[in-house]
């Protein structure tokens, strides 16, 4: 096996069996909630789309910062499945279907959504930060940028792989989601970029708690047993290799 396939296979051999067996045993049924949000999004698109429907889209699922907090709020779950009107939608759909539904395998159903609706929150939340910092703070937006619609799905698709690639030990692909972030912020210096960056950061927020309540959970474990982490996890390798033996 060459150093670039043992490579690959450390870095995704994990993420790859799980999508593939659950895709194998259940097939579209793994991913419910994946396909209901294609749908939505390519829904929404079309209505938006319409000289009827862009009203209704806009009062329904669009954020911007000069919005009052609990409006932009009650507006953000929407939001995150109304794609960007100056983007090509299929662009959104396929970010949808394909990072949502390796996500919701991974992570299941509400955790998905918690994850995605965090990093929208934070990008939204950013946005009113930084106009209030003003332009020429080192995070901060123009006040123009308060009529700016936010990101729609693409905050939500970035803190979930950047999320879903730390969980699985994707590190090297995760990072290179944030150095793509970066470079997007460096190269094209706009709302939705830092919208991103400010995603980015609420997930990584969400890994170091899931990381030190994982080691909470391994401590309290390790506790009851009577030993160390090291004694108590060689016991129980040796336990296991005791009755394959048997």
């Known amino acids: ?79 995150l499945f109304v794609p960007a009107l100056d983007l090509p939608a299929w662009g959104a759909l396929a970010q949808v279907l394909l990072v949502f539904g390796i996500a919701e395998i991974c992570l299941g159903w509400w955790r998905t959504l918690l994850v995605a609706y965090a990093a929208t929150v934070a990008g939204t939340l950013y946005a009113r930060v930084g106009i209030a910092l003003g332009p020429h703070a080192p995070l901060g937006l123009p006040a123009s940028d308060a009529q700016v619609v936010d990101t729609g799905p693409s905050a939500a698709v970035v803190g979930l792989a950047v999320f879903v690639g730390w969980r699985y030990g994707a590190y090297v692909t995760a990072g290179a989601v944030v150095l793509a972030m970066v470079v997007e912020v460096l190269v094209k210096e706009n709302l939705a970029g830092k919208e991103h960056l400010a995603a980015i950061g609420a997930v990584l927020v969400l890994c170091a708690v899931a990381a030190w309540r994982r080691r909470q959970r391994r401590s309290g474990i390790c506790a009851g047993s009577g030993l160390p982490p090291s004694q108590s996890s060689n016991a129980r390798r040796g336990r296991d290799q005791r009755r394959s033996c048997r």
């Open 1 to 79: 096996m060459s150093m670039l396939a043992r490579w690959a296979r450390a870095e995704w051999g994990t993420l790859y069996a799980t999508v593939r067996d659950s895709l194998v045993e259940r097939r579209l049924w793994a991913v419910p909630m994946t396909l209901g949000a294609v749908c939505l999004t390519a829904a929404l698109h079309v209505v938006q789309n319409q000289s009827w429907g862009f009203r209704f889209v806009q009062n329904a699922g669009a954020v911007r910062a000069e919005d009052p907090l609990w409006l932009a709020l009650a507006r953000t779950p929407l939001s």
